[in-house]
């Protein structure tokens, strides 16, 4: 079956520093991939998507990039802020016979220190 | 446009009790899917129904079940309670048919079980 794994957290960071979580899946053909973060006190919210081989997704200033040769979706931004702390989480599905099925990683907490 | 509504927000159960949880999608919105969240399991499908009819459904046991309106409007229902069914329950819905994977989550029903 597909899995989506992310790199373990929390991660601790100072603002302005660069970000990245890592992130793996593994999926019978194309899945389209996503980042997905849930605030302190909100719901999961859509950050970014992208839906085939090489396609970039970018929102906020935070960016990732489709790699099939790796089957990696890393999550990057170049300066973060005390805003941006939060639960992110990497998925992946959609398309084909999945529809509203997302397989989701473990999540990684985002605490940034002004 | 009004977002993703879960009721109750809160709610307490006993073992061996039932409960069932509503989640109002977004106008036009046919698509409905479910998620429980844990924090050893992470995020997990339970189902999602399009139309009224179910179109995915993830590896619950058969005490989860759901249901789909004519107005779109989702229910899911736990029958016969176990500590382990305590868990933060999402719903998100989509636009439906070709289904992108963009879903939009309501802030979840939290359940603990007694």
């Known amino acids: 079956g597909n899995s989506v794994t992310q790199m373990e957290g929390p991660v601790t960071l100072s603002e302005e520093a660069f970000l990245t979580i890592n992130c793996t899946y593994t999926a019978t053909g194309y899945p389209s991939l996503f980042w997905y973060v849930q605030y302190p006190g909100e719901g999961l919210q859509l950050l970014l998507k992208a839906t085939k081989a090489d396609d970039k997704g970018s929102n906020k200033g935070f960016e990732a990039t489709y790699r099939k040769e790796t089957t990696s979706f890393h999550l990057e931004k170049g300066s973060v802020q005390v805003s941006d702390s939060a639960v992110y989480f990497c998925a992946s599905g959609g398309g084909g016979t999945s529809y509203g099925k997302l397989t989701f990683g473990q999540g990684t907490i985002l605490t940034v220190h002004p | 446009k009004a977002g993703v509504t879960q009721t109750p927000r809160y709610l307490i159960k006993t073992r061996g009790q039932q409960v069932t949880l509503s989640c109002s999608p977004i106008?036009?919105?046919?698509?409905v899917s479910w998620y429980q969240q844990t924090p050893g399991q992470g995020l997990q499908f339970l189902f999602e129904y399009f139309s009224e009819t179910q179109r995915n459904k993830g590896n619950f046991p058969g005490r989860f079940s759901g249901r789909q309106f004519s107005n779109s409007r989702s229910e899911m229902n736990v029958s016969t309670l176990e500590l382990g069914d305590s868990a933060l329950y999402l719903c998100?819905?989509?636009?439906?048919?070709?289904?992108?994977?963009?879903?939009?989550f309501g802030e979840g029903s939290r359940l603990t079980v007694l």
């Open positions: 998100a819905s989509s636009p439906g048919g070709l289904n992108t994977g963009e879903l939009f």
């Open positions: 106008s036009g919105h046919r698509s």
